[in-house]
């Protein structure tokens, strides 16, 4: 079935730096959404990109749709304290018809101040 | 800002015991699902649920689960006979759309001794 390669698995960085990371799949997507997670807490969609090369913006987040259809990217620019989490990429399962979502297994940001 | 609601957050249960997952979907949504997430482990898809019926479901959403929607707002998911192996967080989520942005509640957190 359609699987999500979230990398890396986990980053450790300092406060104010910028973190990139990405998702990947053997399988085409026509939806990609970016989730995070608190501890305890249900994922909180970031962002959702619907056209192959999109370009999106939310704050001190970036994510991009990549033109094969096949992978996103998120960015954070000036990391905070607040932005530790876990990060999912997500898109719709084709296989059903109600666009019940697959998740990739996350990227774990811990953030020194 | 509408959200999705989960009662309870925290659910203790003997192994055997049936037990009720409650959500309240955001208003004006049509479509809703069940995830689980087993602890350290990622999102993964139960069931959708549309115009009164199950759309989906997974190989993990075997006979002794169920949904309902008893009324206008609330949906439910039983789990008949509890296993040990069933205690994870459960996340309700809707969307206003298939393949769509979903929108997810907190969880219940359920254990199962």
């Known amino acids: 079935g359609q699987q999500l390669n979230q990398s890396p698995q986990s980053m450790f960085i300092q406060e104010g730096e910028d973190v990139s990371m990405n998702c990947t799949s053997s399988?085409?997507?026509?939806?990609w959404l970016w989730y995070k997670q608190d501890p305890g807490e249900g994922p909180v969609l970031l962002i959702a990109?619907?056209?192959?090369?999109e370009l999106t913006s939310n704050g001190r987040l970036t994510a991009q749709f990549g033109i094969t259809r096949k992978d996103s990217f998120l960015n954070i620019s000036a990391s905070i304290p607040s932005d530790v989490g876990i990060y999912f990429c997500?898109?719709?399962?084709?296989?059903?018809?109600?666009?019940?979502?697959?998740f990739g297994k996350g990227t774990k940001l811990s953030v020194k101040p | 800002e509408p959200e999705v609601t989960q009662t309870p957050s925290h659910q203790v249960t003997q192994m055997g015991q049936e037990v009720i997952l409650r959500c309240v979907p955001i208003?004006?949504?049509?479509?809703f699902y069940w995830y689980r997430q087993i602890l350290g482990q990622k999102v993964e898809f139960l069931v959708s649920?549309?115009?009164?019926?199950?759309?989906?479901k997974s190989e993990i959403f075997d006979d002794q689960f169920s949904v309902e929607r008893p009324d206008g707002s609330n949906f439910t998911l039983k789990i008949r006979s509890t296993k040990l192996e069933d205690s994870a967080m459960y996340f309700c989520?809707?969307?206003?759309?298939?393949?769509?942005?979903?929108?997810f509640g907190q969880g219940t957190r359920l254990t199962v001794v």
């Open positions: 649920f549309y115009n009164n019926e199950i759309s989906e």
């Open positions: 990109l619907y056209k192959a090369g």
């Open positions: 399988s085409i997507f026509n939806t």
């Open positions: 989520a809707s969307s206003d759309e298939p393949s769509a942005e979903a929108f």
């Open positions: 997500a898109g719709p399962d084709y296989g059903g018809s109600q666009g019940n979502l697959i």
């Open positions: 208003s004006n949504h049509l479509y």
